[in-house]
Nanobody, 124 residues
């Protein structure tokens, strides 16, 4: 089991940037496949981005491609989500999650461990 703490959310104007962090504890975090999900008010939790343990493969949902970048620093046990050109539609609670298989990375039910979430609000 891995404990995850997600942070970095806040209020930003359209076109602005934020960087979210997901700090993991436990010896296996550096070998975990890590994803970011988000949940807007009244909607289900949706996949945003994911990264393999060695950073060789990264995946994004279409609506964030070219604007968001996922990365990780295994020495710091941290995964990041750099969000640029933010839009009001990006407003949501963002969650990081971990599992140990790359298969079906968009399926939230296959992730074992979750952070508590961090609020991102994009508004003028």
């Amino acid at each position: 089991q891995v404990q995850l703490v997600d942070s970095g959310g806040g209020l930003v104007q359209p076109g602005g940037s934020l960087r979210l962090s997901c700090a993991g504890s436990g010896r296996t975090f550096s070998s975990a496949f890590v994803g970011w999900f988000r949940q807007a008010p009244g909607k289900g939790r949706e996949f945003v981005a994911a990264i393999t343990w060695d950073s060789r493969n990264r995946f994004y949902t279409n609506s964030v491609k070219g604007r968001f970048t996922i990365s990780r620093d295994n020495a710091k046990n941290t995964v990041y989500l750099q969000m640029d050109s933010l839009e009001p539609e990006d407003t949501a609670v963002y969650y990081c999650a971990a599992k140990y298989s790359m298969t079906a990375y968009e399926r939230r039910d296959l992730y074992n461990d979750w952070g508590r979430g961090t609020q991102v609000t994009v508004s003028s």
